[in-house]
């Protein structure tokens, strides 16, 4: 089953495909300009069409890092409340108390993570696509959040009188859960950070002025027109074959 690619670029790349299967018919085209010809019109659409599979490519793997993330948390307000309750039946100090209270509120005061939304969208009319992002809570709200999570686990290891029976509330397990929070945030940034590579990689293939599929697309059917005239058969098949640049 064919792939589904972003409306606009994809059809794009469809129509170069179509336009090189009406010039190959056509046998007075013959340009002298290199990337005209069509074993070079050809070569584009390989890289157009590889472009666009290497973009849906990276951005599922990001959206599964950000799932993953947001499975990863939805476990971390629960547990840290049980934390809590469990510190409270060790008759610690206010103080102490007061505080592991303190932190508890920092991570149980943020929105829910798992709300948040963090793909990077990418609308065929937009300018500066690879920027937008929807979210209902601060990108950094995760990394805070670890990191307090990290900081009430640093308060529990000075309390000699915690030790849980219950293996998930168990002081390593809390850690190797914490480490886990915070790798999950450096695979979302780094597959975001590959996802952007590829938008550009394939803006640059689809969009450069003077190699791209709009800006070549364009000149194949000049060169048509130039050879055929504007009021033949010729022309009127690939002038209908449209390319949309970006807006």
Do not use: C, W
Request: glycine fraction near 2%.
């Amino acid at each position: 089953m064919a792939q589904q690619y972003e409306t606009g670029h994809a059809k794009n790349v469809a129509n170069l495909q179509k336009l090189i299967e009406q010039i190959t018919t056509y046998s007075d085209y013959n340009p002298s300009i290199d990337n005209l010809k069509i074993s070079a019109v050809t070569t584009l659409y390989d890289n157009a069409l590889a472009s666009l599979n290497n973009v849906i490519e990276k951005r599922n793997a990001n959206k599964t890092a950000i799932h993953k993330r947001q499975e990863l948390y939805e476990d971390l307000k629960p547990k840290v409340t049980r934390i809590i309750n469990h510190l409270d039946i060790l008759n610690l100090t206010d103080g102490t108390f007061n505080q592991a209270k303190s932190l508890n509120r920092l991570i149980q005061g943020s929105k829910k993570a798992t709300k948040t939304i963090e793909i990077i969208e990418d609308d065929f009319n937009e300018e500066d696509t690879e920027n937008k992002e929807t979210k209902s809570t601060s990108r950094q709200s995760y990394t805070e959040t670890a990191e307090n999570l990290n900081k009430l686990l640093q308060l529990v290891e000075t309390i000699d009188t915690y030790n849980p029976n219950i293996e998930d509330l168990k002081l390593a397990n809390l850690k190797t859960y914490q480490t886990e929070l915070v790798k999950a945030t450096q695979k979302v940034n780094q597959t975001e950070a590959e996802l952007k590579t590829e938008l550009i990689n394939r803006n640059n293939v689809l969009y450069n002025e003077e190699s791209g599929v709009y800006e070549i697309g364009q000149n194949v059917k000049k060169y048509v027109k130039s050879v055929y005239g504007a009021t033949s058969p010729e022309y009127s098949n690939v002038s209908k074959i449209k390319f949309k640049g970006r807006q």
